[in-house]
């Protein structure tokens, strides 16, 4: 297989036939060697009955069906897991980003010799709230994570299979695809998109923050040392504190009155307590989960066209050349 276009299916029905019908054309220009791979991530609507009518009427569609809903980044790793090609092409299936991309991510490939060339904003789309938390993610990835995040990255990438066989081999249960994108490494560039934007997002503002949340303490151990210094710095200022209360006591005979001062201490040392026990939580739940070794996703069936057939019209399709590969790679 030379090229598999995988994606996730959520909500999906409303975009899902003029998603398969423009992949389809732009794989088209490329090869005629190729597959579409569909991750049902537990869809509420039916965009899994509309993915397995596709697949009865195209042997090169395989629609996966998770058992339930993993979420987002799960899906995705599931549905690369599921696939064969010698280049990957992830994308969304909501159209936000155009699937004519690939023609464009395929010559920027080759051109550069890289081992994957990835999408990402110039202007993050959206209203107010969304880019005012965007970049507040990213000013926090930058100061938190010790290795580069490209900014306003999306999901839009074309991957060489060495790569992708390298991604895979995280097993994380709380998968963030973001960071496991950039530390597999390998040569990546970038390519400027101009995303489009539906309007309505799933991603809601609580789950936006969880992901950040999940993101910063599954790749950086900085809030864990922060913790340590904090508590260095609060000492320190308890012991100056301690000894000018008793200096003054002492030496001046002054004592002070009321218990306001006491009471904000106690407030603020007391929240600040809890705050740090909940974060070092975090990362022993984080721990917790990763022993467990449970799957990060479970899949319910595999739904694609009877090999018999498939293979009457790869047979069919055999005689037609496939010049972009080709010529790119010499044969």
């Known amino acids: 297989m030379r090229l598999s276009i995988v994606t996730t299916l959520y909500k999906s029905a409303p975009t899902l036939d003029r998603f398969y019908r423009r992949a389809k054309a732009a794989a088209e220009v490329l090869t005629n060697d190729y597959e579409i791979v569909m991750v049902d991530d537990g869809s509420p609507d039916n965009s899994l009955a509309l993915a397995t009518e596709i697949s009865e009427r195209d042997h090169r569609v395989r629609v996966v069906e998770l058992s339930r809903n993993f ?6 790793m599931t549905g690369l897991d599921h696939s064969t090609g010698e280049l990957c092409f992830l994308i969304d299936s909501d159209l936000e980003e155009d699937p ?12 550069s010799g890289a081992d994957v060339v990835y999408g990402y904003q110039e202007d993050r789309k959206g209203g ?13 990835f930058k100061l938190l ?5 490209p900014r306003n990255h999306i999901t839009v990438r074309l991957m060489r299979r060495e790569y992708v066989d390298s991604l895979l081999m995280h097993k994380e ?37 969880r992901m950040l949340i999940d993101s910063v ?3 950086s151990e900085v809030p864990l040392v922060g913790i340590f210094y904090l508590g260095i710095i609060i000492c320190m200022l308890s012991a100056v504190v301690g000894f000018s209360l008793l200096f003054r006591k002492l030496f001046l005979g002054q004592v002070l009155a009321g218990w306001t001062s006491v009471m904000i201490s106690v407030w603020f040392l ?14 022993i739940s984080k721990i917790f989960i990763e022993t467990k070794n449970r799957p990060y996703s479970i899949v319910r069936k595999v739904h694609q066209k009877d090999a018999a057939d498939a293979a009457n019209d790869r047979g069919a399709h055999a005689v037609t050349k496939d010049t972009r590969f080709q010529d790119s790679r010499g044969q």
């Open 145 to 149: 994570i010790a290795f580069p995040v």
């Open 71 to 76: 979420g987002h980044h799960k899906a995705l």
């Open 270 to 283: 007391g929240g600040l307590l809890i705050l740090c026990v909940g974060v070092v939580g975090i990362y």
């Open 128 to 140: 107010i709230g969304e880019r005012l938390t965007g970049y507040i993610a990213y000013w926090l």
């Open 217 to 219: 303490t599954s790749f």
């Open 173 to 209: 249960r709380q998968t963030v695809i973001g960071g496991l994108w950039i530390i597999t490494g390998f040569r990546q560039i970038g390519v400027p998109v101009a995303k489009l934007s539906k309007g309505t997002s799933t991603y809601s503002l609580w789950r936006r923050w």
């Open 100 to 111: 004519e991309l690939l023609a464009a991510f395929f010559d920027k490939l080759e051109d």
